[in-house]
């Protein structure tokens, strides 16, 4: 790989998204993940991730083929594996390092076998804040990110290390935590974390398709033995609006967008 080859790669990583994008192609192996997923996973408009990850398949970062009516892109090792060998190659004339330390760059970004069946997918904490303001700037330093999704209401930061979706909100009358959760990223995951729920022997709620914070998803609750609400969803896409709280929780109780209470298995939710 020559210098111009190495700056235009490294140049369609220095953008955020796009970076995003990578690693979550990354994390999906050599199986790749569709466009549309992609799109929906970081809440990124689909026309603007496909410039995106055009620019990830220009720069020799990635591949696509297409299966049916998808897209799906997934690493190009070959070529991210060169710029790699390229950032380190001269570590391995250093003459001084372990023979072991100086085939640093032999074998690196090997295909790794996918594992996602055994990752825990990702954690969703939601508190209820008085003060949005306040709240974002401590959360932003804490965990040293600005929000991923930022409203009048409502912030939301998509980490990766803690991988967690971590929203606050002002809509929910109780501050302090509203519920947790769990969210996955495709259909199947969704089937398998459903099936984990009928086995719990708890109250359970299938909400299904529904719109809350600012985005479209499927969703289902289920209560812990403390009637602590926990909910299961994947997201589909973005929304302008937050979403419908025509159901009204109980008194006293707390949720943003009204989540199911656990001793009315009849309520209807909407939260994440």
């Not at 999906?28 to 997923?37: E, H, L, N």
């Not at 250093?94 to 690196?108: E, F, N």
């Not at 299938?206 to 289902?220: D, L, Q, V």
Request: glycine content about 6%; some cysteine; charged content about 25%.
């Amino acid at each position: 790989m020559d210098i111009s080859t190495a700056t235009r790669a490294l140049g369609a990583l220095s953008q955020e998204s796009r970076l995003k994008a990578f690693r979550l192609l990354v994390r999906s192996g050599t199986d790749g993940i569709a466009a549309g997923k992609i799109a929906a996973t970081l809440e990124i408009p689909h026309n603007t991730m496909s410039t995106h990850l055009a620019t990830l398949v220009n720069a020799g970062l990635a591949i696509s083929r297409r299966e049916s009516r998808s897209i799906i892109y997934s690493v190009d090792f070959d070529g991210t594996r060169e710029l790699l060998s390229f950032l380190v190659e001269d570590c391995c004339q250093v003459r001084s390092l372990p023979a072991a330390t100086r085939q640093c760059s032999a074998g690196l970004l090997q295909p790794r076998p996918t594992y996602r069946s055994h990752l825990m997918k990702r954690m969703h904490v939601n508190i209820s804040v008085s003060d949005l303001d306040a709240s974002i700037g401590f959360y932003s330093a804490l965990f040293d990110a600005a929000p991923t999704v930022q409203k009048s209401d409502y912030a939301k930061w998509m980490l990766e290390d803690p991988r967690v979706n971590f929203a606050i909100t002002t809509r929910g009358t109780r501050k302090g935590i509203d519920h947790l959760g769990i969210q996955v990223e495709d259909d199947a995951e969704l089937d398998e974390v459903y099936t984990r729920l009928k086995s719990a022997d708890a109250p359970t709620i299938e909400e299904g398709e529904t719109t809350c914070c600012y985005a479209n998803s499927e969703k289902s609750w289920i209560f812990d033995p403390d009637s602590i609400a926990w909910e299961t969803f994947l997201t589909r896409g973005e929304s302008a609006v937050y979403g419908s709280d025509s159901i009204r929780p109980q008194e006293g109780a707390s949720a943003c967008c009204s989540r199911p209470q656990a001793e009315d298995a009849t309520s209807k939710s909407g939260c994440c």
